[in-house]
């Protein structure tokens, strides 16, 4: 089972300001990682697919980058309604796992 | 537009059987490359991912759960069914289900909370 762990568990970033999530896999997964936004009381949402390609609908400032077993979402500047929890999640192999997550507050 | 929508009990005793049926629309599970799958999440906590079914009936489990789980899928009616036998009050959680297309989960539903308790 591929692992993949989340860093950190919890960001706090300035509105404005860069946010950085990294993602890593216990072994390589290639491109084949998706990021994912919740918010409280709602269902994950797909923002990236394929490490780097932003799903339909997903603003411009979020983006991916990585391949193998280091990936990174960033959030180019944070805006208000970017307060969530992000998940990564490998489908290279089954089982399909997700990382642990990584919460972003407002500072 | 592609909808998905958990439907099934709140509330379930320990040992008995969980049974949550996923109806969508939008799309035909009849289509190559096509999948629905399962995903969980305990209050407060990340998210599990446990089967998932391919439109040729290719079939995933996750290790961990295998034995308890089994998913199957009914084309005509639009709708995918997950059964979990022997719950445990730790497996109370909301449960989702997904479209997915072998790259990620791009649909979801609103999830159901599921609580185990006697």
């Known amino acids: 089972e591929i692992v993949m762990t989340q860093s950190p568990a919890t960001l706090s970033v300035s509105p404005g300001e860069r946010a950085t999530l990294s993602c890593r896999a216990s072994q390589s997964v290639g491109s084949n990682l998706a990021w994912y936004q919740q918010k409280p009381g709602q269902a994950p949402r797909l923002l990236i697919y394929g490490a780097s390609t932003r799903a339909t609908g997903i603003p411009a400032r979020f983006s991916g980058s990585g391949s193998g077993t280091e990936f990174t979402l960033t959030i180019s500047s944070l805006q208000s309604e970017d307060s969530a929890t992000y998940y990564c999640?490998?489908?290279?192999?089954?089982?399909?796992?997700f990382g642990g997550g990584t919460k972003v507050e407002i500072k | 537009q592609i909808t998905l929508k958990e439907s099934g009990p709140t509330l379930v005793k320990p040992t008995q059987t969980l049974t949550l049926t996923c109806t969508f629309s939008?799309?035909?599970?009849?289509?190559?490359?096509?999948?629905v799958g399962w995903i969980r999440q305990p209050p407060g906590k990340a998210l599990e991912w446990l089967a998932l079914i391919y439109w040729d009936d290719d079939k995933r489990y996750s290790p961990s759960l295998k034995s308890r789980l089994t998913i199957t899928k009914d084309t005509s009616k639009n709708q995918v069914v997950l059964t979990m036998t022997n719950m445990d009050p730790v497996d109370t959680a909301t449960y989702y289900c997904a479209h997915s297309t072998h790259i990620a989960f791009d649909y979801w539903g609103q999830g159901t909370l599921v609580t185990v308790s006697s």
């Open positions: 999640q490998q489908s290279y192999s089954p089982p399909l796992t």
């Open positions: 939008g799309f035909s599970l009849s289509t190559s490359g096509v999948g």
